[in-house]
């Protein structure tokens, strides 16, 4: 407890500790509970008896930990029994952290590239810009094109759509659009995901030229 000064006399309050992400040790108050874990082989050899994964009375489990050093770790409360793991509860932190990390980064991040136009966009523009969306579409990435309309020029919204579906068609070797073409305050969008293109090996390329 920590020590408060003020008010002319001493107060004490309690600090609390955060809340454990597991329920460890004692924190774990059921009478059964089943042991798993990559490590029972080490904990055998260290207790001298055999140890394999199964069901155990949790008080006998709560007793290797105190003698190896170790903590119970529920990793499973909702199994029927719990199911519970012996080993450093840092280190197993560090271990769920690092391979949650890992699988994040080799998650596939969604990348959106943005194309603007205004109502009047002009042919020379217009084809610019399609050619910088398949570019876009070749790299994988999702192409959000928009249509932004300023002051009196929403009157052609009809414009801004007949243009958008014109983009659509342009692209539709490389990309599908998610929905049609919608408002969106003064702006008018359509979302394009490219397709998956199987690319030819380099010897089918070759036969082929």
């Known amino acids: ?27 774990i108050r059921v009478p059964e509970v089943r042991l798993v874990g990559d490590n029972l082989e080490q904990i055998s050899e260290q207790l001298g008896r055999k ?3 199964g069901v155990f009375d949790i008080r006998e489990l709560k007793g290797w930990g105190r003698d190896l050093g170790l903590d119970l770790v529920e990793i499973s409360p909702n199994a029927s029994p719990p199911v519970v793991r012996l080993t450093d509860y840092k280190k197993f932190l560090y271990e769920k952290k ?3 990390k890992e699988i994040r980064s080799k998650a596939v991040k969604t990348v959106i590239k943005e194309v603007r136009f205004g109502p009047n966009t002009d042919d020379h523009d217009f084809e610019f810009k399609v050619r910088h969306a398949r570019g876009f579409l070749e790299d994988g990435a999702k192409v959000k094109a928009y249509v932004h309309f300023r002051g009196r020029s929403i009157v052609f ?9 014109r983009f659509m068609k342009e692209l539709e070797d490389l990309g599908a ?13 359509v979302i394009i995901s490219p397709k998956k293109v199987q690319k030819k090996s380099k010897s089918k390329a070759e036969n082929d030229a």
């Open 157 to 165: 919204k009809d414009r801004g759509e007949l243009l958008l579906l």
């Open 177 to 189: 659009a998610e929905a049609m073409p919608k408002m969106e305050g003064r702006r008018m969008n």
């Open 1 to 27: 407890m920590a020590k408060r000064r003020g008010g002319g006399r001493n107060r004490y309050v309690r600090r609390e500790e955060p809340t454990p992400q597991f329920r460890i040790n004692d924190m």
């Open 98 to 100: 690092r391979k949650e």
């Open 51 to 53: 140890v394999e994964s």
